[in-house]
């Protein structure tokens, strides 16, 4: 087989099937973005498009049989990061109404939900959508301002948007498509107390587009991209909707207005709800790979036509790929691209292990959900890095909308924002380390953090991915760390990573503690940390990643492969320590002598893996007929 | 006075009034971007503003007063700068129209030319374009493929498109309005003689906008932005000019069909008259520094009103602002504005004062393009950075077009690649310094810089900006460097700024040199080398722009504004040594403690200056009309 091939086979991963089926499926022109349309014709195309993609797998992949799905989770997931390659607004789409409303249904409701929503919405008979953030908070979703007040003499909850703050806010779906919305909303009950956030469904429009009595939507208008999805704003004014319109399966409110809920405590209860959204933060870090992959596609394609100055001894000039410094601009994006996949990979069977069991332990899916939270922020930067790079590196032709980067930077731009902006997200990550799994200091508040970091270093949970003895025997196999030689092993790798990590965790950690324990303290004491912590985190995640990376490696059976991917690896793992290199050396971890090898072993690297270019882009197995880039055919150009 | 006021004088510079006067002209709703509307009708919209701007000084200044103008150049590239405040499409028509085909008109072309269409022009009772990247070469504009043939018999030139890659490409003006162009083309004698690239003045359209015969334009359709500008591609065949399109100032053809020229070398011609041309790079990075103190006014006042999480001891949760983070991520890119302001500022002067000589030294106005690239590059990818970064800082408000930012990043987006590829410009900076201004290798093929690299450090010319002395004194001043807070002493961090430009330089130089000779050695010498030689080229604009700024502060008068301003250049320097840490300690320029203390003080340095985030982007002195962003009124948000 094709190294190519090979190099396919291991970054495919478990649910290969489903990506080979979706290469067929998705191998349609008339699904990619077509930039001369305008809003409304975007949206209407886009429209028109779910339904071919209601008929693919992918949306009944997500759901149980006995509402006609698949109960493949990984394959669902694994088959919206195929259909990223096509119009982006269209997979936002399908994500809103499958991932995020059909989720919640399924993950916050109970057998009456499931019988009354999944068939309608996984056939397209139901548009939904996910009412959650609102115009004041999007970050911290527990200071959510919109209520549902429980009325005992009607049975009702009440919903209402009692602020100009608490309106709904960048909606997929609310401005024009969608009928009911998944509403979060403090549940009040009739004495008055606040039990917290909880998820309701509303109707917003009757059968003929309008806005049911009391919602009021609006249209967000132009956006920076996804132009296909009609994001929009809700008001509610005293929307009254049933009992059962309130997703229960972590608390109820029975008749007569009593509240129960098998979690006690609020905080805990809060998290766990919103953790089982998880699907949507994986989905989006998915979507995310596939973006960069494609750019990155097209991009060394371009660069290995794209010719510029006269090239010594020969009739032609140089190809773009043949200059270092595009090397080093696109082979390291590559590189990342590889580790992402595989760290993607081995979340999206996580998580789909963890869901098929009957009770799934809790302390594993805090872990999924940090590793959720850390590669969805690593994921989506990358593409965002990727994305704007590879569009400098097609010069003019890369501004041209008919070679599709502008159109995947606009339409990725928001998803370091959206599914849990990515500092947040970040800050998330190293908390969960640094307060060892405490209950108290779930979610985002940054007080939290400061106040429960970890006394002992040995509170800090280490978590080893599946990979764990083998990783262990490349750290125990490493050379001297005198000597430059030792940067290509991956043992010395793999140690200078977790050095980083825990070094930055321990620190990080000493200057929380610092605080004096008053709130005032607490609150500056973390704040006068926040980069310092935002490292730790990221730190945290490079490693997780870089083990994924290692154990797809061991996992693969093709020895041209293999000999490939380590070099991958190695370049991996070297441009991240070079982008860190201030840190390794001002902590010791490199000499300056060292710290100057790393840079010249990234452009050994570029070179090694410059004859592999294109090899490395077609195992990405994206169909030609989804590239759709003029400058890879036209004449012109090459 | 008050402080923003203080700091907008220093900000303003010399061409104040013309600000001033842009402030107010400018201050109008209708002049801003619409995102709302679709292709043609923003083509429609800024085609209809286009003689608003006519009316105002700014096409006006840049010409001299025989033809109606004012001949204010330093004036007239502010006015661009003040204009990239408003829609950029509708700047970068303007600068199509008033500064590259009118540029080109007035620097290339002769009596004749100026007589027959600076009037028209400037009045846009004449459109025209400027026609010289091709689809095949854009960074490489010796190697161009249309060629003017001259025939002698009918005294014509023949203006051909040969091959796919000599289509004109992305040349704004071409799809729609342009009635003229610009063109570059190879100028070829009856006896076959290939005289190198020159321009003419050739017709594209008839009076109802149809192709000329033998012309062909057509449209690049969508872009990643400028939608309100014609982007569009144009081939020739056989068009036939008289002799009299030639723009003749640096060579002719006469009647017979003899080619004369002042310049002897073809290399020295062809850069001499590129060299003219560089208003255009000149007008970019001011356009870009204006785009990007946009994006930092609005996202910092967006900050100073959003609040998210908790805050302790107070009733409302905590601004943006007061994050720690937030602050490290906004503040070092205002910081960078400043810094960039003046060093556009000195250049623009420079420019202006070189072309009221007579007799330009020639030395003087490669200096000037030199820096012109330098900073055209820097300013350039800041604003990118900036943008971006303002973009993910305003969370999903800043992902809404009517706050602005996202139109900002697309139609900023290809300044980093029109006007020079940066990559390319920043090689040819560091070429500049590096072969001592050699005449025979100009431009930018590689192969001539790893054969001239100077073969002594003393060849290489140091390039002083006007504050040479007050520079000196303060680097003689600075104390021991083992002291950590010696990196807040200005003295320091020139010498840092210049040690690290000096051994950069040096051993590019001598990693350049050791090649053999030959081309392939040569070569080889200068591709592996590539990064090094970019880093190099970098690290000498930013000492110009550093030194500008010490040259700005030394002329404000004010104490308070001069103390802040004081405090912005540490935040500008420091983060600049932040960035490039690694090679600091690698270099021993920093020992680990002094560079953990680096980041100790951008820290500080950002608390130091939160107090007046408000006053220092109030200072750039944006009316309230241009700032057009929701976010910023609407009571939902703050």
């Not at 050379?479 to 991956?490: Q, V, Y």
């Amino acid at each position: 087989m094709a190294l190519a091939d090979e190099l396919r086979i291991a970054l495919d991963g478990r649910w290969r099937e489903v990506r080979d089926r979706a290469r067929v499926e998705l191998a349609r022109e008339d699904l990619l973005p077509d930039p001369a349309l305008d809003l409304a014709a975007k949206r209407e195309r886009v429209r028109k498009q779910l339904p071919v993609i209601a008929r693919t797998g992918t949306p009944r992949a997500g759901f149980g049989a006995e509402y006609g799905g698949w109960a493949d989770l990984g394959g669902s997931i694994t088959g919206f990061e195929m259909l990223a390659y096509a119009d982006l607004s269209l997979m936002v789409k399908a994500g809103v109404q499958w991932g995020l409303f059909g989720g919640a249904i399924e993950s916050l409701g109970t057998e009456h939900h499931h019988q009354k929503y999944l068939r309608p919405l996984i056939d397209l008979d139901l548009l939904g959508c996910f009412a959650m953030t609102e115009t004041g908070h999007g970050s911290d979703v527990q200071q959510l301002e919109t209520t549902a007040t429980y009325d005992p003499q009607t049975q009702e909850f009440v919903i209402h948007s009692p602020t100009a703050s608490s309106r709904k806010d960048y909606i997929g779906g609310a401005a024009a498509d969608a009928s009911v919305a998944a509403v979060f909303a403090q549940l009040i009950t009739a004495d008055g107390a606040d039990h917290g956030v909880h998820c309701f469904v509303v109707g917003l429009r009757d059968e003929h587009g309008h806005d049911l009595p009391g919602v009021t939507t609006s249209d967000c208008g132009p956006k920076g991209g996804l132009d296909g999805v009609d994001n929009g704003r809700i008001l509610f004014d005293h929307v009254r909707v049933p009992r059962q319109a309130l997703l229960n399966r972590y608390a109820d409110v029975d008749p007569a207005g009593t509240y129960t809920s098998p979690i006690e405590n609020p905080n805990r209860r809060f998290f766990t709800m919103l953790g089982t959204l998880i699907r949507g933060r994986v989905s989006v870090a998915g979507a995310a790979g596939s973006a960069a992959r494609l750019a990155l596609c097209l991009t060394t394609r371009y660069a290995l036509r794209r010719r510029q100055f006269s090239s010594p001894g020969a009739d032609r000039e140089t190809l773009l790929m043949d200059y270092r410094l595009h090397q080093r601009r696109i082979l390291p994006l590559i590189a990342g691209c590889y580790a992402l996949q595989f760290a993607q990979n081995e979340m999206v069977a996580k998580m789909h292990n963890l869901e098929q069991q009957e009770a799934p332990d809790e302390r594993e899916h805090r872990r999924l959900e940090k590793r959720a939270a850390g590669i969805k922020a690593t994921a989506t930067w990358h593409a965002t890095r990727t994305i704007q790079e590879c569009r400098e590196a097609c010069g003019g032709a890369g501004y041209m909308a008919e070679n599709r980067l502008t159109t995947l930077k606009e339409d990725t731009d928001v998803f370091t924002t959206f599914e849990g902006d990515n500092h947040v997200l970040t800050q998330m990550v190293a908390k969960e380390v640094l307060t060892a799994y405490a209950d108290e200091v779930r979610g985002l508040d940054p007080l939290g953090m400061a106040r429960f970091a970890a006394t002992t270093v040995a509170d800090m949970v280490k978590e080893r991915t599946a990979a764990a003895p083998l990783i262990q025997r490349l750290i125990d196999a490493r050379g001297s760390e005198d000597e430059d030689n030792t940067l290509f092993e991956r043992g010395t790798q793999l140690k200078m990573f977790e050095d980083r990590e825990q070094h930055l965790l321990e620190t990080a950690a000493r200057r929380l503690r610092s605080s004096s324990g008053d709130e005032q303290s607490a609150f500056e004491a973390f704040n006068a940390a926040q980069d310092h912590v935002v490292h730790a985190g990221q730190a945290h995640t490079d490693r997780i990643v870089l083990e994924a990376f290692v154990a797809a490696i061991d996992n693969c059976a093709d020895p041209d492969a293999r000999e490939v991917l380590e070099t991958v690896c190695d370049l991996y793992a070297l441009r991240v320590i070079e982008r860190d290199k201030a840190w390794f050396t001002e902590h010791n971890r490199l000499s300056t002598s060292r710290a100057k090898a790393v840079t010249a072993a990234v452009n050994e690297l570029c070179a090694r893996l410059r004859p592999h270019a294109r090899d490395l882009v077609d195992a990405f197995g994206i169909p030609e007929e989804m590239l759709g880039a003029a400058m890879l055919n036209d004449p012109a150009f090459g």
